[in-house]
């Protein structure tokens, strides 16, 4: 059963960099032609995609964060990853993994305080 | 502003039917499979409905799917107090070319 599972850094200050990682188990992400996305929920409020990545290494980012986001793979350790450069505290939100838009992580909150 | 326009809210009695609806544009529900997604309180979104209508497997059929032109919706028949949840739509976008989704709507079930 495909599961994904993110973790990284809960609490950052302004300015800092985001470091995530969605590890998968269950399936190995070199199989198939999915695409591994991100996605982040601010506080109360609606989904926002942030970008996607395919096991070939080829990424694809949402316009508005496109120049602060590297989406990238590893498939010896079967895990993808985001870095999120320059956080201010609008970055502060829930950020899930997901296969094909259609299996999800649980997710892992991000906080940007001074 | 979404991209997709939901309800705010909706709200039904038990064993009643609701349907929540999301208008969008050529560009993104005119041209793209729709995704709806259940959120539980503090928990992920959920796959309830892919390709416009389709049902995943371990997904009740008490949910269903459906698309005409550049609006979707989703239905929810025989509403269970377990039904109350966040639910959003989500689509490609081919002119932004990116992923969208709906505002999202909260449902009641009274």
């Known amino acids: 059963q495909l599961q994904l599972q993110e973790s990284g850094s809960g609490l950052l200050k302004p300015s800092q960099t985001l470091s995530l990682t969605c590890a998968v188990s269950?399936?190995?992400?070199?199989?198939?032609?999915?695409?591994w996305n991100w996605i982040r929920q601010p506080p109360g409020k609606g989904l926002e995609w942030i970008g996607y990545i395919f096991h070939s290494g080829r990424t694809h980012y949402d316009p508005s964060l496109k120049s602060r986001v590297t989406i990238s793979v590893d498939i010896s350790k079967n895990q993808i990853s985001l870095r999120l450069n320059s956080v201010t505290a609008a970055d502060t939100a829930t950020y899930f993994c997901a296969r094909g838009m259609k299996v999800w992580g649980q997710g892992t909150t991000v906080t940007v305080s001074s | 502003q979404s991209v997709l326009t939901q309800p705010p809210s909706v709200s039904e009695v038990p064993r009643q039917r609701v349907t929540i609806s999301c208008s969008g544009s050529?560009?993104?529900?005119?041209?793209?499979?729709v995704n709806w997604y259940q959120q539980l309180p503090g928990k992920a979104p959920k796959l309830l409905i892919f390709?416009?209508?389709m049902v995943p497997s371990g997904v009740s059929d008490r949910f269903s799917g459906s698309k005409s032109g550049t609006s979707a919706s989703l239905a929810i028949n025989g509403l269970q107090s377990e039904d109350e949840a966040d639910y959003y739509c989500?689509?490609?976008?081919?002119?932004?070319?990116?992923?969208?989704f709906g505002g999202g709507t909260k449902l009641t079930v009274l």
């Open positions: 390709y416009d209508d």
């Open positions: 989500g689509v490609w976008d081919d002119s932004l070319n990116t992923w969208v």
């Open positions: 050529r560009s993104n529900i005119g041209n793209n499979a």
């Open positions: 269950g399936a190995s992400i070199s199989n198939g032609n999915y695409s």
